[in-house]
């Protein structure tokens, strides 16, 4: 058993050695817009994956939190994903 696992292992790392660090633009958006964006607009963002009520005022009260640092880190936060 534990010699398959080994192999297994080792083939998919021979066949999935191609890897970068690139973040998928979908992803990009979702944390700009959580940084940048006023809550209204957060609402139409999140509202395509129909999130329960509770799900929806737990990430705004995690906004509000993150309002609350300074644009200019923000800004460097920011960065990473649109390289």
């Known amino acids: 058993m534990r010699l398959s696992v080994c192999l297994l292992l080792v083939s998919l790392a021979l066949s999935c050695y191609q890897a970068n660090a690139l973040v998928c633009p979908a992803l990009a958006f979702e944390v700009t817009g959580f940084f ?12 395509k994956f129909n999130p ?9 009260q995690v906004k509000h939190c993150t309002d609350q640092i300074p644009l200019s880190d923000r ?4 960065k990473p994903c649109w390289k």
């Open 52 to 60: 329960p009520p509770e799900a929806l005022a737990a990430k705004l």
């Open 75 to 78: 800004l460097s936060l920011k």
């Open 36 to 47: 940048f964006l006023s809550d209204k607009q957060l609402k139409l963002q999140v509202a």
